[in-house]
């Protein structure tokens, strides 16, 4: 397909038209969204399938920045409803992907488990690194974890109750109905 221009006009294309209206995007933005369980999938599957490459290429890093790569991505194409499930799953995608991938690779079951440790012990400060990327995309796209609303509410209430301020302090349990001062 060409593009032609005159002077003082848009420039169009030139062989079939494109439809405007009716099409199946309007916006002609296509766009891939995971859902949670899709993006569970998604980080394990990397996660395997990086830990065997580099098992059989002998590149440890690998492993490790696929690692990272797969959890910005899964955290961005992931859509909101699925975040949550999305902002747990990657150490443990990385733990299964690794007990599989040094099942399919190791001699025995106690090299395996050897395998499995030394994987975890190296590739610590890359899961920390993952899950905080995670959590940040996820917080920047909208995330916010739930919690109690008594943990808040009553936080303030417990610490200020917690902190002995002398006399004061007495008088106001003592003046709290059903509490007594210990004698």
Same mark, same amino acid.
């Given at each position: 397909? /060409? @593009? !032609?221009?005159? +002077?003082? @006009?848009?420039?169009?294309?030139?062989? /079939? +038209?494109?439809?405007?209206?009716? =099409?199946?995007?309007?916006?002609?933005? !296509?766009?891939?969204?995971? !859902?949670?369980?899709?993006?569970?999938?998604?980080?394990?599957?990397?996660?395997?399938?990086? &830990?065997?490459?580099?098992?059989?290429? *002998?590149?440890?890093? &690998?492993?490790?920045?696929?690692?990272?790569?797969?959890? *910005?991505?899964?955290?961005?194409?992931?859509? +909101?409803?699925?975040?949550?499930?999305?902002?747990?799953?990657?150490?443990?995608?990385?733990?299964?992907?690794?007990?599989?991938?040094?099942?399919? %690779?190791?001699?025995?079951?106690?090299?395996?488990?050897?395998?499995?440790?030394?994987?975890?012990?190296?590739? %610590? #400060?890359?899961?920390?690194? *993952?899950?905080?990327? %995670?959590?940040?995309?996820? #917080?920047?796209?909208?995330?916010?974890?739930?919690?109690?609303?008594?943990?808040? =509410?009553?936080?303030?209430?417990? #610490?200020?109750?917690?902190?002995?301020?002398?006399?004061?302090?007495?008088?106001?349990? &003592?003046?709290? +109905? =059903? #509490?007594?001062?210990?004698?």
């Amino acid at each position: 397909m /060409t @593009q !032609t221009r005159t +002077p003082g @006009q848009k420039a169009r294309t030139q062989g /079939t +038209p494109r439809r405007t209206s009716g =099409g199946s995007r309007a916006s002609g933005r !296509t766009s891939v969204r995971l !859902t949670g369980r899709g993006g569970v999938v998604v980080l394990f599957a990397a996660c395997f399938l990086s &830990l065997l490459l580099a098992a059989w290429t *002998g590149w440890a890093m &690998l492993a490790d920045i696929v690692f990272v790569m797969t959890c *910005g991505l899964v955290a961005c194409y992931t859509r +909101p409803a699925g975040l949550r499930s999305v902002v747990v799953c990657p150490p443990l995608a990385f733990c299964a992907g690794s007990i599989l991938a040094q099942l399919i %690779t190791a001699a025995d079951t106690f090299s395996a488990l050897a395998g499995v440790l030394v994987t975890l012990g190296t590739a %610590t #400060l890359w899961l920390f690194t *993952g899950t905080v990327l %995670t959590m940040a995309i996820a #917080l920047g796209r909208g995330w916010r974890p739930e919690l109690p609303a008594t943990v808040l =509410g009553n936080l303030r209430v417990a #610490l200020r109750d917690l902190r002995p301020r002398g006399d004061r302090w007495t008088e106001r349990r &003592l003046a709290e +109905p =059903g #509490l007594r001062l210990r004698s």
